[in-house]
DNA sequence: TGCCAGGCCCTCTTTAGGGCCTT
């Protein structure tokens, strides 16, 4: 069976760490049930500061669009109750954890899944696409798409629809259907030489 | 963009360095 309830998400940011005093501008999530896309959640973020020209160009999104936002905080307030007690996947997901974690932490908030990557899966399983950018695997994968790259929603869309292609794959090759999530999140820490062998032992345990 | 980050992963490694990814 597929793990219950798993979100997918992308934040636009900033910069590239909350440490430093970047925030998330945007979120995008997509909410996956029992291998459906059933919900989306989108929302600009106002971070109460002006973003740089390249963050603009990159994104799309400009001061004037962030200055009519809502806050981070009430923004926050209500991706944490569309997030609930479900998973995340985020493509590069350490990124995201990062700004979630940071996000989450200013409104006394915190989720309790597990947080897996579709960047390190697609590591695994697609060792021979020419990178594993999310656009390249996209295509690499034929994956239809709409919208916009680097924007939240267009980018977990993506995101969502990679994560499902690759538990497909993972079953049409080694024979795995229905992969636990707590398993696709251990196979995406397995050295890739031993992908396969790991594959093999939970199809003769299943 | 540039080089203010950081986790993962490979290798000419492990007392390290550098590329890949994310904005």
Known sequence: MFANSVVVLDFETSGMSPDYGD????VGAVKIVDGIMVDQ???LMNPNFRINGFIEDFTGIDNQMLSAAPDCEEVMQKFHEFLGDSNLVAHNASFDKRFLDAELAAIGARYSGQFACSMLLARRIYQQAPNHKLGT??????IQHEGVFHRALADALMTAKLWLAMLDDIGDQYQCWGM????????????????AKVLAQYRLEH
Do not use: C, W
Request: proline share 7%; net charge positive; charged share 30%.
């Open 23 to 26: 925030r998330a501008i945007e």
């Open 41 to 43: 959640f989108q929302s």
């Open 137 to 142: 695997l996209v295509s690499y994968r034929n």
């Open 180 to 195: 636990p999530f707590k398993m696709v999140t251990k196979l995406s820490k397995t050295p890739k030489k031993s992908v």
